[in-house]
């Protein structure tokens, strides 16, 4: 395919990633995967920023995970920096499905702790996924920070990625679970209760960690 044709085929996706259509916009990012062409991955990547549709979104992080590789990881990273935050959330969840571990020098202190929720938390996801072998103890000092960060979803995020970990986050665990910050030390016991019952779930690990922390503060009755 000529440089001209490229050309062609990004300016048709860009136009159909522009309709109205939901359905018409999922099509188009189905078919630019199933056809990959190098004049697709700026146009896909560019979309990501501003496509409202989560699942259209998702197709559209499918596509480019059916591309030239080190070719769309060079563009992706590019949106790190982009003061837009669904370009940056994107970008990570994109370079997470990618699974190229050249992207895991960028995964940086701020995007792990990034103001915007969803970014940090597709930062966390990111980063378990990427993390190369003996640095995942680090990676747990750094997300162990933001224990009783958010709601109950973005903490779900949160202890996924830690026990992701394996035994590399245990040690930190275990001192957050002596916190004096409730939140915290609630966070930590519900991703211990997880690592050692994976198959009950967040929400039970949280009524499990509730349930420790109120037989720690209730009174001690001294038998007379």
Do not use: N, Y
């Amino acid at each position: 395919m000529t440089q001209q044709d490229e050309s062609r085929t990004g300016s048709r996706l860009r136009a159909v990633l522009q309709s109205p259509d939901a359905s018409a916009r999922l099509q188009a990012a189905l078919l630019a995967g199933t056809h990959p062409s190098p004049g697709q991955v700026e146009v896909l990547v560019a979309r990501c920023a501003v496509e409202p549709d989560f699942f259209v979104r998702d197709m559209l992080t499918w596509a480019l995970t059916r591309h030239d590789g080190p070719a769309t990881v060079d563009r992706v990273l590019l949106e790190l920096r982009s003061p837009f935050p669904q370009a940056r959330s994107q970008a990570l969840h994109t370079l997470s499905k990618i699974g190229d571990r050249r992207a895991w020098p960028e995964i940086t202190t701020d995007l792990l702790r990034d103001a915007e929720v969803e970014v940090a938390r597709a930062a966390w996801r990111a980063a378990a996924v990427l993390v190369p072998e003996g640095q995942e103890a680090a990676l747990a000092e750094e997300l162990a920070s933001q224990l009783g960060r958010g709601d109950l979803e973005v903490q779900r995020s949160l202890s996924r990625a830690l026990v992701a970990l394996g035994d590399a986050a245990a040690p930190v665990l275990r001192r957050a679970a002596a916190s004096t910050d409730r939140g915290r030390r609630r966070h930590a016991l519900a991703t211990e209760r997880l690592v050692q019952h994976p198959e009950e779930g967040f929400d039970v690990a949280v009524a499990a960690a509730e349930r420790t922390l109120a037989l720690l503060g209730a009174p001690v009755v001294v038998d007379e």
